[in-house]
Each structure stands twice: as structure tokens, then as C-alpha cells.
């Protein structure tokens, strides 16, 4: 630098743009966050990075890695900016309507059979009101993603979140269909099932298949099943049951009506006791506008 030369200084959108690259790891994910082109946002920060005289970002054709410049740029400005996020959000209470984007991840058995059944009323109360759902089996870390809440089982809440119950107890269920059950026998202990083709689900969350878990008299068994298919969703799950390809290991509302039609043929039934439901929960230190604390009473179980 020249002497009695100015280094310009970032501006903040600048420095939004690199908080979210960094914290995603991923141009990719970061533009369509900001809901930018990934040649813009690219420019965006090589802009800044010359701005400032100072490379950030390592970029490779599969990851994005902080420099220790960058490290300590996200470090320093990424709380700061946040809390300034939360208290322009906080302004909407100064609003006739309450208004505001809220992101929730949520699974879809969630989604569907809890959230957008309460949820379409609300929203039809609240024009102003946006929200964003991402869908996914994975538990993701809200704060770390930026989410507003979360949805998941009341037993896979963390200690220090706020959990409020949206959803009824719930029981799963073991089904198989009629043809199925005609080449082979019902099983009748949850050991039995290493004997049946099984319909596989694969969740992030246990870094693989999904174990059956049944419980009787205080007794847990998980069972890690076998058979030809395997899918990421259950609807998936129910259709290829119902089609004779093995049993499933649903929640029991998938599958209540098919087992009353009798397309499916419940079994284990007494090894599928009642468990906690879903609840909605979002961090207790975060500041949340009036348009939240609306949702959240929509969605209260009652």
C-alpha cells in the first residue's frame, strides 16, 4: 500500500456473503441461501478479498476451507452479524401484522402428518408471514445452519433447547402383506425377523440403516434386518410392503388404513409400545420475534 493510501472498507452485505460461504463450506450452498448466482457471489468475495489485500478462502474443486485471515474474520464478525439479524427481525413487532421468514427442518412424516395441517390455517391468518421448510432425516445442528426451530422426537431434544410438544404419543408398526405372509410364517419375536426379507430405511442420523427398535416389559431389542431393498423415504417403505417385497417398520399412521383394508397384516404389535411424539425446539438464548412465538402456538399440542 502506498503511503497515505485508504484500504476500502468491506461493506455488509460484502461480509454476509462470506459468513455464509464460510459457514456452509460450499459456494453452492451459500448462493442459493442468499438467493444469488454462484458467479456473483464468487465475484462477491474475490472483491472483497482484494479489498481488503488478503486472500480468505482456499477454494479446491470439491470443498471451500477457511485461511487463518478467514478464521478469524468469521470468528469476529459472524456473532455480530447475527445478533444484528435477530434484532431487525425483533422490529417486526412494531408492525400492524406480524412478519417475518422463519426455516424449520423437519422430516417429512413430520411435515406432513403434524406441520401442514396446522400450519395451512396460519398462514391463510398471516399473509406476511414466510416460512421455509427443509426436509430432511438428518438431525441437523440449528444454530451452527441458522435455523429458526427444528422438529424431532421428544427424546432426541438436546438439554439445552426448548422443546414444546406438537404432536400426539406415537407407536410404530411391523407390517407385511397378505402375499408376503402367504410363502412364509408371521414372526412372532422381533428376533424372528432375521429370518424374513426386510424393507431397509436409511437415515443419517444412525450413519446408516435404520435398527428396528421394540421394547416390552422395560425390555429393548434392536434388530439390524435384511432384504433386497432399501430406501431414504417411507412412503417408499409402505409401498414396496404392500407390493410383497417384505416387511416394514413405520410409524403406525402410515399404514392404519392399509392394515383395516387389509392390504397389510400387522405384526409384533405387543413389542410396539407408545413413545414420546414430535416436538418443535429451537434454542433458549436467541431472541425470537412476535411472528415466531405465533407459529409456536399454532403448532402447541393441545
Given at each position: 500500500?502506498t503511503?497515505g493510501?485508504i ?5 455488509l ?9 464460510a ?7 451459500a ?12 465475484h ?5 478479498e482484494?479489498?481488503m489485500g488478503?486472500r480468505l478462502l ?14 478469524r ?5 459472524g ?17 400492524d ?8 427442518t ?5 411435515l ?6 396446522k ?21 441437523k445442528?440449528?444454530?451452527?445452519e ?11 431434544v438436546?438439554?439445552d ?8 404419543p406415537?407407536?410404530?408398526?411391523a407390517?407385511?402383506?397378505?402375499s ?5 410364517t408371521?414372526?412372532k419375536k ?6 424374513h426379507?426386510?424393507?431397509n ?11 428396528w ?25 409402505v409401498?414396496?410392503?404392500?407390493d410383497?417385497?417384505?416387511l ?17 397384516i ?9 413413545f ?6 429451537y ?6 420475534s412476535?411472528?415466531?412465538a ?7 399440542y393441545?
Amino acid at each position: 500500500m502506498t503511503p497515505g493510501a485508504i484500504m476500502t472498507r468491506p461493506n455488509l452485505n460484502d461480509l454476509l456473503a462470506f459468513v455464509a460461504v464460510a459457514r456452509s463450506h460450499s459456494f453452492t450452498k451459500a448462493a442459493a441461501r442468499l438467493g444469488v448466482t454462484q458467479p456473483a457471489l464468487s465475484h462477491t468475495i474475490r472483491g472483497l478479498e482484494a479489498r481488503m489485500g488478503i486472500r480468505l478462502l482456499t477454494r479446491t474443486t470439491r470443498s471451500v476451507a477457511l485461511t487463518d485471515a478467514g478464521e478469524r474474520l468469521l470468528h469476529s464478525v459472524g456473532s455480530r452479524l447475527d445478533e444484528i439479524e435477530d434484532e431487525l427481525d425483533a422490529l417486526t413487532a412494531l408492525r400492524d401484522k406480524p412478519a417475518g421468514t422463519m426455516r424449520i427442518t423437519t422430516g417429512e412424516h413430520a411435515l406432513s402428518v403434524i406441520l401442514w395441517p396446522k400450519l395451512r390455517p396460519f398462514l391463510r391468518d398471516y399473509p406476511d408471514i414466510q416460512i421455509e421448510f427443509d426436509v430432511s432425516y438428518e438431525l441437523k445442528d440449528i444454530v451452527a445452519e441458522r435455523f429458526d426451530a427444528g422438529v424431532r422426537m421428544g427424546e432426541q431434544v438436546e438439554k439445552d433447547m426448548i422443546a414444546v410438544r406438537i404432536g400426539p404419543p406415537m407407536r410404530m408398526a411391523a407390517v407385511g402383506s397378505p402375499s408376503y405372509f402367504a410363502g412364509t410364517t408371521q414372526p412372532k419375536k422381533p428376533q424372528d425377523l432375521t429370518k424374513h426379507r426386510c424393507i431397509n430405511l436409511r437415515l443419517p442420523t444412525y450413519g446408516g440403516l435404520y435398527p428396528w427398535e421394540f421394547e416390552r416389559h422395560g425390555r429393548e431389542i434392536h434388530v439390524r434386518v435384511q432384504g433386497q431393498l432399501a430406501f431414504s423415504t417411507a412412503p417408499h417403505v409402505v409401498a414396496a410392503a404392500i407390493d410383497g417385497f417384505g416387511l416394514a417398520y413405520v410409524p403406525e399412521d402410515m399404514v392404519r388404513a392399509h392394515v383395516k383394508a387389509g392390504r397389510l397384516i400387522r405384526v409384533l404389535d405387543e413389542w410396539c409400545p407408545a413413545f414420546s411424539g414430535y416436538h418443535l425446539y429451537y434454542p433458549s438464548r436467541r431472541q425470537h420475534s412476535p411472528a415466531f412465538a405465533l407459529l409456536v402456538e399454532a403448532l402447541r399440542y393441545r
